[in-house]
């Protein structure tokens, strides 16, 4: 498996669950509009708990903060 290196600078197996979740926030930062991530972070939310809805936040906001 291929490395990968997270926006934290961390270096992990491309198949780890942070890297997923680095994905995963990404993706959602790719839709093209609010409201479509609002609902996507609110599907999160239902499904896994307000944790994890939160930690996806956090990561998209710094993503969001590299650009």
């Known amino acids: 498996m291929r490395s990968v290196t ?5 270096v ?3 198949d780890s669950p ?3 979740h680095e994905c995963e926030a990404r993706a959602i930062l790719a839709l093209p509009s ?3 991530r609002r609902d996507w972070l ?3 939310e239902a499904k896994r708990g307000q944790g994890a809805r ?4 956090r ?3 710094a993503l969001r903060r590299l650009r």
Not at 6 to 10: E, R, S
Not at 54 to 57: A, F, G, I, T
């Open 6 to 10: 997270l926006i934290d600078g961390t």
């Open 12 to 14: 992990v197996p491309s």
């Open 18 to 20: 942070e890297h997923r």
């Open 34 to 36: 609010l409201q479509q």
């Open 42 to 44: 609110a599907d999160i």
């Open 54 to 57: 939160e930690r996806l936040e």
């Open 59 to 61: 990561t998209m906001l």
